[in-house]
């Protein structure tokens, strides 16, 4: 007898509140136009383009030529550990122990670790939006309730202490603190920082933060968040750091955990029985990465800048695209509600859908982030395509408005 295919009902009651990002259906609809030869200019993607840094593959290479393809401590090597604090205390003048960082399959898992090793039934976490849409899944699945702050277009969307202090509740446990944000680009300030880790250590509240793109800042804007944080707080801070942004390895899948030593053991048992070790070719490379000559990373941030400047200057030749300028990260993140209407598209999503059926242009709907009415562009590309997607965009948006 055949077994009945089960139905989404039949799941655990997690997987009832657990969605798959909304990015994923243009991103199929865009492999399928290339598959037919169609010119699609992919202005999706979050990832860098450029190649891994040639000194971090030949570490690769070298791990594989000798054979360092066995398991390797659960939570990582030593070398690698010692590497990230050598790396957080160049940066940021904070001091964390090897056993207080735990090496992760990328920083989605370093951000899993936090959700689920701190957060659980009752516990309201703030976080911050238009925002990154694994932060809320992972507090889902923990069992522990999101609570999602709008950050508003008119300052940036930046995630203020006004924003996320005002979302306080009694049952608050936690906060979760993305910054640079995607989509946004946007920073938490310093002196906003200050604010939030005064009244969490006042509360003992958990302050988890997601420094994915912390090495893609523009400007040189002060950002110290793990001294700030850490100088109050440090026995309730986690930071999710990943060399994917800043080393082009998001294929490499490598990331860490850094926390007080609670935590990151509580972190090491998680993965001890979820994935064990990150494989260890990455975290030779990612030695490789930390330790070796950070030039690569500020030549490519040099590049990304030249393209945001440039991506905001063909936006503005549209005025009715209203575009915050992104301080961090590689999207823009403008505003097309001008372009939408009961009687046209109405919604991002139908804008977004539109765009790449009859532009064959990718780009992400504000929806996927919280944030309907908006669509990031990544500038993760060339800029020979970023005009071309952008002559296309405006082509677009013009036909129907
Ligand atoms: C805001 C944010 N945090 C964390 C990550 C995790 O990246 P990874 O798991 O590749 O380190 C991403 C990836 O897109 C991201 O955008």
Redesign the pocket.
């Known amino acids: 007898m055949m077994t009945p295919t089960p139905s989404a009902a039949q799941l655990a009651a997690r997987m009832q509140h657990v969605a798959m990002s909304p990015t994923i259906k243009g991103t199929i609809a865009a492999e399928k136009l290339r598959r037919e030869g169609v010119d699609v200019v992919d202005l999706g993607a979050?990832e860098p383009d450029f190649p891994t840094p040639s000194h971090i593959c030949e570490a690769g290479h070298a791990a594989i030529n000798a054979q360092r393809t066995k398991y390797t401590a659960n939570m990582g090597t030593l070398d690698l550990r010692q590497a990230v604090a050598a790396r957080y205390r160049t940066d940021y003048g904070v001091e964390y122990a090897p056993d207080e960082i735990v090496i992760t399959a990328?920083?989605?898992?370093a951000?899993y670790h936090a959700a689920i090793g701190l957060f659980g039934p009752g516990d309201d976490v703030i976080t911050h939006a238009p925002g990154?849409p694994?932060i809320a899944e992972q507090i889902k699945l923990a069992g522990a309730k999101p609570v999602i702050v709008q950050t508003r277009a008119e300052q940036g969307f930046v995630p203020t202490a006004e924003l996320l202090l005002g979302a306080l509740t009694p049952n608050t446990r936690g906060i979760v603190i993305?910054s640079p944000?995607?989509p946004t680009g946007a920073l938490l300030s310093e002196a906003d920082a200050r604010l939030i880790a005064a009244e969490a250590a006042r509360r003992g509240l958990w302050v988890v933060l997601?420094l994915?793109?912390e090495r893609l800042i523009y400007g040189g804007v002060p950002h110290n968040l793990p001294g700030i944080f850490g100088e109050v707080l440090r026995d309730r801070l986690v930071l999710?750091g990943?060399s994917?942004?800043a080393y082009a390895m998001?294929g490499w899948?490598l990331?860490w955990a850094v926390g007080p030593k609670a935590f990151a053991s509580g972190a090491n048992a998680l993965q001890s029985h979820t994935t064990s070790n990150a494989s260890s070719i990455s975290q030779y490379a990612a030695v490789a990465a930390l330790n070796g000559p950070q030039q690569c990373v500020t030549d490519m941030l040099t590049v990304y800048q030249q393209r945001r400047d440039q991506v905001l200057e063909w936006l503005a030749e549209e005025p009715r695209f209203r575009c915050a300028v992104p301080q961090g990260a590689f999207y823009v993140f403008p505003d097309i509600g001008d372009f939408l209407s009961p009687g046209g598209l109405r919604t991002s999503l139908e804008f977004s859908d539109a765009l790449l059926a009859e532009e064959h242009v990718v780009t992400t709907p504000g929806e996927a982030f919280d944030a309907p009415g908006f669509v990031r562009l990544s500038y993760a590309t060339s800029l020979e395509r970023l005009r071309e997607g952008l002559t296309r965009l405006i082509r677009f948006a013009r036909k129907h408005s």
Not at 106 to 109: H, I, S, V
């Open positions: 979050g990328g920083g989605k898992q951000l990154w694994t993305n944000g995607n997601d994915c793109y999710a990943s994917s942004k998001t899948r990331g």
